[in-house]
């Protein structure tokens, strides 16, 4: 009985020292969104909420992430392949779509003519919007940790799916490289001024220094698919079975479309873009349906709260 109590009180001494320490990280040095830092945080904090376990628990945690993580970082090291390839950017196509599919007008253009102050200050909204924009470097690898403390084999699956959506992008980026909206107003291949009002920093950060910390950090030749369009609808989808009332569902469709809305209207992708990220999911979840079916890694069924819930 002693022995229990010192256990559950040496655990919960862990977490909340986890917690802290992650608190006053982010406080001091903003949320961890660089690859590596993020993942470090990830797997101490899997090992922190499981603590008592054996040390070979732990070491498993370590092995199963390291290769993933290692395929991100080799994502993430190779998306200026296509600058030095060569291959000729797409920005006048892009335009002419999104213009053709909308009589002329282009989204991003228009929202921000409508839905920005004149003066050019930000919106009270910013905070909002940049809530949900800053969701695509968080959301996605908490679901992972969550995933991964439930179920191996669903945190297999859902990673799955996120490295092959990340490559698919990959080689469209390099094959076929685009600009986004505020950079094809820069060249003025669209007439008018298109900031980046997405409002990443919250709108605490200036905007031009959440600006240049983008521009520092993101592939300026990535605007087709997009991947924070994919990535919210691969949350949403992967979270879906889990979801037990009309609110919690209501929830989780409104996050992609959310998404969509932030990302057109801040200047950083076009709908078409949004809608190219949306079907790269579907085939992402096609080619790993195919692979599950091929092996038993994957089980056809993920019991949850005494229930089997259908595989997405």
């Known amino acids: ?59 498993r945690v370590v092995r199963d992430w390291l290769p993933l993580i290692a395929a991100l970082v080799v994502y993430d090291l190779s998306r200026g392949f296509a600058h030095e390839l060569g ?3 797409r920005a006048e196509e892009l335009v002419s779509v999104e213009s053709w599919l909308f009589g002329g007008t282009i989204p991003t253009v228009w929202l921000q003519e409508n839905l920005m102050p004149p003066a050019g200050e930000l919106p009270w909204w910013t905070l909002l919007t940049g809530i949900v924009y800053t969701s695509h470097f968080i959301v996605p690898w908490v679901v992972a940790a969550v995933f991964y403390a439930y179920s191996r084999d669903l945190w297999s ?10 490559y698919l992008g990959l080689v469209t980026y390099i094959l076929l490289p685009s600009v986004p909206p505020w950079l094809a107003a820069e060249g003025d291949v669209i007439s008018g001024s298109v900031g980046r009002v997405a409002g990443f920093g919250f709108g605490v950060v200036p905007t031009d220094v959440s600006t240049r910390w983008l521009e520092a950090q993101s592939n300026p030749v990535a605007a087709l698919p997009s991947l924070h369009a994919a990535f919210a609808l691969l949350v949403a989808v992967a979270l879906w079975p889990f979801a037990k009332n009309v609110w919690s569902r209501a929830l989780l469709a409104a996050y992609p479309l959310a998404m ?13 873009d ?39």
């Not at 982010?26 to 008592?52: E, H």
């Not at 699956?157 to 990340?166: C, E, I, N, P």
């Not at 801040?266 to 078409?272: A, K, M």
């Not at 809608?275 to 056809?300: C, K, N, V």
């Open 1 to 59: 009985m002693v022995n229990n109590y010192s256990r559950v009180r040496f655990r919960r001494t862990v977490w909340c020292a986890y917690l802290l320490a992650l608190g006053v990280t982010i406080y001091t040095l903003g949320l961890p969104t660089d690859r590596i830092y993020q993942a470090t945080w990830i797997v101490a904090g899997l090992v922190a909420f499981t603590i008592d376990r054996p040390w070979q628990d732990h070491l």
């Open 87 to 89: 291959m000729p950017v």
């Open 157 to 166: 699956g859902y990673m799955r799916r996120v490295l092959l959506l990340s």
């Open 260 to 272: 969509a809305f932030v990302l057109v209207y801040g200047g950083e992708h076009y709908v078409v």
């Open 274 to 312: 949004v809608l190219a990220g949306w079907a790269y999911l579907g085939l992402a979840i096609l080619l790993a349906r195919a692979w599950e079916s091929r092996t038993t890694a994957w089980p056809r069924r993920v019991v949850t709260a005494g229930r089997p819930r259908r595989r997405w």
